[in-house]
């Protein structure tokens, strides 16, 4: 079974900078990291969790979330079945539990991702 490990959470101030990686694990044969849709999604104190930032693989096609366009950066890096989520000018709303997720399709990974890490705290003081 796949396996999600999140790193790199902390406490910055606004405008700093943080980078998370999720390292991944457990894939089949049939199914490697490279064909896997990873994303991380976040969820504040008494919200919803939401879709940050998206990945697909196969295609390195991205998604970013209107609130972190222009500021956070997804990568992955397939030698090292890790995905990465560069972080910048970080704003207090931007705190959160950052949560890693991973699924073959992009489109079950934005509804219903099978595969979560354990998530990582993201805190932004102003």
């Known amino acids: 079974e796949v396996q999600l490990v999140e790193s790199g959470g902390g406490l910055v101030q606004a405008g700093g900078s943080l980078r998370l990686s999720c390292a991944a694990s457990?894939?089949?044969?049939?199914?490697?990291?490279?064909?896997?849709?990873i994303g991380w999604f976040r969820q504040a104190p008494g919200k919803e969790r939401e879709a940050v930032s998206c990945?697909?693989?196969?295609?390195?096609?991205?998604y970013y979330d209107d609130t972190v366009k222009g500021r956070f950066t997804i990568s992955s890096d397939n030698a090292k079945n890790t995905v990465y989520l560069q972080m910048n000018n970080l704003k207090p709303e931007d705190t959160a539990i950052y949560y890693c997720?991973?699924?073959?399709?992009?489109?079950?990974?934005?509804?219903?991702?099978?595969?979560w890490g354990q998530g990582t705290q993201v805190t932004v003081s102003s």
């Open positions: 997720a991973a699924e073959r399709q992009l489109v079950q990974l934005l509804v219903h991702p099978r595969y």
């Open positions: 457990g894939f089949t044969s049939g199914f490697t990291f490279d064909m896997y849709a």
């Open positions: 990945i697909w693989n196969r295609d390195d096609s991205t």
